[in-house]
């Protein structure tokens, strides 16, 4: 695929008013610089919106970038869905709004798309911070989901499809109809796609390519992942109920994570 062609980054928005403008600047700061990036804010209710208009405003490269606005919060798979819909690349990368791309992200992965039958690359998350949290899910990446420094290409075995560092030709994505617009939370709708897409007969590459996540690894960020992953439900309000919550319900919450591990086992995606 030649480095002419136009590829689409997509990247849902929700209440990112500290970390959007980081992650919209280490895409514009991108060597490959045939892009458009599309913006689709899921319902914010701080200053997100004014912060993405100072980045379109400062856009030193013209790179254009389109702000799209859900009327309510719809959730990451309906959302995600709007950006391939509106998207006019040929490859649609996806990130999220509180995470900072590699130098060479763009280039790099487009030299995977060469081969023919190759449908997706991407790499992985890697925590910001150096605390006990973080090294939690530096320890989840390494042993559960093999996150390793070598290049493999593959179907569901291959380490990647995460949607904060993940690329697919669009034409895959509309073959399987996108994101299941059943996930209304963050709780599999990538593993979903990826096995999909997979079973559409397209391989995949995972490159050792790290995306910094910007988030903040403490506690309350730990509590929001137990919760999300193991009820697939909406985040009680306060810190203070998001602990007792997870206190009263952590017997389902560990049967349920248990058995998405399993499945993803059985199911080669892990």
């Known amino acids: ?17 500290k970390t959007i403008s980081k992650t ?57 869905n709007k950006g391939i819909k509106n998207a006019k690349g040929k490859v649609i990368f996806f990130t999220d709004s509180d995470c900072f791309v590699p130098e060479k992200w763009l280039e790099k992965i487009m030299k995977e798309y060469t081969e023919r039958d190759i449908g997706g690359v991407g790499g992985y998350l890697e925590p910001g911070e150096k605390n006990f949290v973080a090294w939690l899910e530096r320890m989840q990446n390494k042993y559960l989901l093999k996150i390793g420094n070598e290049k493999v290409t593959g179907y569901g075995e291959c380490p990647t499809g995460y949607t904060n560092s993940m690329t697919y030709l669009k034409e895959a994505l509309i ?19 990826k096995k999909r897409i997979c079973k559409a007969g397209y391989k995949l590459v995972y490159l050792p390519l790290p995306i910094t996540h910007l988030e903040n690894y403490d506690f309350d960020y730990l509590l ?19 602990f007792f919550y997870v206190l009263i319900m952590s017997p389902k919450i560990t049967l349920n994570i248990l058995k998405k591990i399993f499945r993803y086992k059985k199911e080669n995606l892990i």
């Open 1 to 17: 695929m030649a480095k002419s062609n136009l590829v689409s980054v997509v990247v849902p928005v929700k209440n990112s008013e």
């Open 24 to 80: 919209l600047g280490s895409i514009l700061n991108q060597s490959y610089k045939r892009i458009e990036i599309i913006v689709i804010d899921d319902g914010s209710t701080d200053n997100t919106e004014k912060t993405i208009k100072e980045v379109v405003k400062e856009n030193k490269y013209k790179i254009k970038i389109r702000y799209l606005k859900n009327g309510k919060n719809l959730g990451p798979a309906i959302t995600r």
């Open 175 to 193: 073959k399987v109809n996108g994101f299941d617009e059943n996930f209304k939370f963050p709780s599999g709708e990538d593993f979903d796609l």
């Open 224 to 242: 929001k992942r137990i919760i999300t992953r193991g009820l697939n439900r909406k985040l009680p309000g306060s810190k203070t109920k998001r």
